[in-house]
């Protein structure tokens, strides 16, 4: 039998260590609740056997699916708040960046289809893809406690590291030359995660909320006002963060109020002094 691949060794490697000590990796210890649920909570847990879950987890179609099987562990009792925390989850600002883009790309992006793809995976990735993978990372490592980090202080590392990515996003899409709105929406994203970078270092609002309502709001001039039939899922995601406990009112409230204003100066800019430059 051939010897595996120095590759294989590693990677098996990795996947091992990052097993250790991991409780969910443990033989049931006597009295531990054995409950369907409990037993399905701990499976959501275990961290993945293959090494390959380290490289899968970079690629856009399975972030999402690795981070809702994370989320899992944290679903509620109620059925009130398990259909709030879905809600949450399915709105978490990186999926509604990454269907913004692919709204915008295809309206927009009028090069080959590779071209396109590549404008998307870029959008997608530097908007809130890799950022979401940094926190699986975060909470894997237990650095935060999840993947929504409910603690103001633990969120300043990832709100600056986000930033950061978008501003390179930016960049990047500059240089392959996309349509003014791929990337107007990406400076938003960039110049937004600042500013809530620095309301954060005072006062914890809802990023979910502004995650939402920016988009949206920077849709409307592109799309027309047929875009408001939207603004009841911002009602239901503020309903969803309050019945979760993770915000209240004048957070939900604040939130939203930062992701429109912030977004609609931004796009009167872009509209008014670099569009008829183009």
């Known amino acids: 039998m051939l010897a595996p691949s120095a590759l294989a060794v590693l990677l098996r490697l990795a996947s091992r260590c990052a097993g250790r000590g991991c409780p969910a990796t443990r033989d049931e210890e006597p009295g531990q609740n054995t409950s369907p649920k409990a037993k399905h909570l701990r499976a959501a847990q275990t961290p993945p056997r293959s090494g390959k879950y380290f490289l899968r987890v970079f690629v856009p179609i399975q972030i999402f699916s690795a981070f809702y099987r994370m989320t899992e562990t944290q679903i509620p009792d109620t059925r009130t708040q398990r259909f709030a925390h879905r809600l949450s ?58 993947y929504d980090v409910p603690e103001r202080l633990q969120r300043t590392k990832p709100y600056l590291l986000s930033a950061g990515i978008s501003f390179g996003g930016l960049m990047f899409l500059l240089f392959l030359d996309a349509s003014v709105f791929v990337w107007g929406l990406m400076w938003c994203y960039t110049i937004n995660t600042l500013l809530l970078y620095a309301i954060n270092l005072r006062w914890k609002i809802s990023a979910h909320m502004m995650g939402l309502s920016g988009p949206v709001i920077f849709l409307i001039p592109v799309f027309g006002w047929q875009l408001l039939w939207l603004l009841p899922l911002l009602v239901a995601l503020g309903w969803a963060r309050i019945t979760l406990r993770s915000h209240d009112l004048p957070q939900v409230l604040a939130g939203t109020a930062a992701g429109v204003l912030f977004t609609s100066l931004q796009a009167w800019l872009l509209l008014r002094f670099v569009l008829p430059f183009i």
């Open 89 to 146: 989850v399915a709105l978490v600002p990186p999926v509604v960046a990454a269907a913004v883009f692919a709204v915008l790309v295809a309206a927009y992006e009028h090069g080959s289809i590779f071209h396109r793809v590549v404008i998307w995976l870029v959008a997608a990735a530097c908007s809130g893809g890799l950022q979401i993978a940094y926190v699986l990372y975060l909470q894997r490592m237990e650095q935060v406690t999840a």
